[in-house]
């Protein structure tokens, strides 16, 4: 049966979602632990859709500085990804990668975004080549968007691509440690409808 809006995926078809969920976190904590040099340990990720509003609440404040990277999904599957970078995320990686502390985030050098859009590719591209092992479908990403903004306007940016196909997007949520220091991931996954239901198919969860 045809899926013609989000809310309209069935729990044996969010599963899928998990079980992609969770191959991607691992694929990333390897990449991730590669660039570090430092194990990282990740929980099992939740799988949500939510309105917009309600995504943004679970994230943070509408007015929280974050950091995003966004990468357009063509080929078999379309859509786009965005990966959220909380403060404490950003300043991780660059005192870990770069060996100094990152106060401003609304001024970041070259050599800092650099690291963020490095690393926040590494994170997507592990959940793609989740997606793509589990359904053999040939899917393209974009040059990755980087983007340091107030929490809602970072978000206005799925709103006005996808808003056409959905006012609900996928989110996957869940918890990582780097060197004993908490902290959140946030990818909001956004394949268009039709691309949903050549998903559905492919995983034969129709």
């Given at each position: 049966?045809?899926?013609?809006?989000?809310?309209?995926?069935?729990?044996?078809?969010m599963?899928?979602f998990r079980?992609?969920g969770?191959?991607?976190?691992?694929?990333?904590?390897?990449?991730?632990?590669?660039?570090?040099?430092?194990?990282?340990?990740?929980?099992?990720?939740?799988?949500?859709?939510l309105e917009?509003?309600?995504?943004q609440?679970?994230?943070?404040?509408a007015?929280?500085?974050v950091?995003?990277v966004?990468?357009?999904?063509s080929?078999?599957?379309?859509?786009?990804?965005?990966?959220?970078?909380?403060?404490?995320?950003?300043?991780?990686?660059?005192?870990?990668?770069?060996?100094?502390e990152?106060?401003n985030?609304?001024?970041?050098?070259?050599?800092?975004e650099?690291?963020l859009?490095?690393?926040?590719?590494i994170m997507?591209?592990?959940?793609?080549s989740?997606?793509s092992?589990?359904?053999?479908?040939?899917?393209?990403?974009?040059?990755?968007?980087?983007?340091?903004?107030m929490l809602?306007?970072?978000?206005?940016?799925?709103?006005?691509?996808m808003?056409?196909?959905s006012?609900?997007?996928m989110?996957?949520t869940?918890?990582?440690s780097i060197g004993g220091?908490?902290?959140?991931?946030?990818?909001?996954?956004?394949p268009?409808?039709?691309?949903?239901?050549?998903?559905?198919?492919?995983?034969?969860?129709?």
């Amino acid at each position: 049966m045809a899926i013609y809006r989000y809310e309209e995926l069935g729990e044996n078809q969010m599963d899928v979602f998990r079980e992609i969920g969770s191959i991607g976190n691992g694929n990333a904590i390897t990449a991730l632990s590669g660039i570090l040099s430092e194990k990282i340990s990740m929980e099992l990720p939740e799988v949500n859709i939510l309105e917009f509003n309600m995504a943004q609440n679970k994230i943070g404040d509408a007015e929280e500085i974050v950091g995003a990277v966004l990468v357009e999904m063509s080929g078999e599957l379309s859509g786009l990804m965005m990966l959220i970078l909380k403060r404490d995320f950003i300043k991780t990686m660059i005192k870990k990668v770069l060996s100094y502390e990152k106060e401003n985030l609304l001024d970041m050098e070259e050599m800092e975004e650099s690291l963020l859009i490095e690393v926040g590719n590494i994170m997507l591209s592990s959940y793609i080549s989740a997606l793509s092992s589990l359904t053999n479908i040939q899917i393209h990403l974009s040059v990755p968007q980087f983007a340091v903004n107030m929490l809602g306007g970072i978000l206005s940016m799925p709103m006005a691509m996808m808003g056409i196909e959905s006012d609900q997007i996928m989110m996957i949520t869940g918890a990582f440690s780097i060197g004993g220091e908490e902290m959140d991931s946030n990818i909001l996954l956004l394949p268009d409808i039709r691309s949903l239901n050549v998903l559905m198919k492919k995983l034969g969860v129709e």
